[in-house]
């Protein structure tokens, strides 16, 4: 990463390739695919532009894995290997960049490395205390390796440092599945309702919704929320639902699958 405070001519040019949504990996309070695959389009040009500048790599990261992941946009096991490699490219241009270690936290989880994934957002905050997004990181990290209580404790934390946060519907959905992994439906329900709230184009939410009514016994509830859970985004459903994504533990899918059966949902 360039030394000087001053932006250079690339710098400067990849500052005015998006708009502030491009920021929160196409993410932003109402973000949708395509405003992921614009910030995707910003990040690659800005890399195109300087390819020392570490947030370009960080962002495209990030944004590769909201494709895959949130809008089944690009292929997840293809985005996996190639979030990682920018991940580490951003973290070897600039290894006290407390985002570029987060990121890459990021992606170790989304592989189901836990240990990994722990230590690159305990690095970013190690560096940055207060940075959001690594408690975010971290707490993510926790709750998908069903140390609940610690996790549910750092997502809260990194939205009570960034309540404004482009990526809060994100953080909302997790924190909402952390409570229904704790067996606390209710409260689940509020946070999955909160994040539907924000931006109703976000599909996860939904899932969540829809399992926490089911094992509430509130089956109207429950099968209306199913029913837009399989039809805002039927490929994010299945890629959930019907195949298990590498994060989420054996136990915690079956969970998942018990709340959703619940709510009216057939194998």
Known sequence: ???????????????????????????????????????????????????TFGGGYRGLAMAQLVAAGGFQTRNLAETLTSAEALARRAVALDGADAEA???????????????????????????????????????????????????????????????HDPTLSSRLNRLALGLYFSGEYEAAVEAAKRAIRLNPDYPLPYRWLAAALGQMGRTAEAKEAL???????????????????PWMRPEDHAHMLEGLRKAGWED
């Open 101 to 163: 270690h987060s990121t890459l936290g990021a992606t170790l989880c989304s592989r189901g490395d836990y240990e990994g994934a722990l230590a690159e957002a305990e690095r970013a905050l190690a560096i940055s205390p207060n940075l959001a997004v690594a408690h975010a990181t971290l707490g993510a990290t926790l709750i998908f390796s069903g140390r609940l209580k610690e996790g549910l404790a750092a997502l809260e934390t990194s939205i009570r440092l960034d309540p």
């Open 1 to 51: 990463m360039p030394s000087s405070n001053a932006p250079s001519a690339s710098r400067q040019g990849a500052s005015t390739l998006g708009p502030p949504t491009s920021a929160g990996f196409g993410i932003g309070a109402n973000f949708n695919a395509d405003d992921n695959a614009l910030a995707q389009t910003f990040f690659q040009q800005a890399i195109d532009l300087d390819s």
């Open 227 to 245: 029913v837009t859970a399989m039809a805002v985004e039927p490929a994010s459903f299945d890629i959930y639902v019907r195949a298990r994504v």
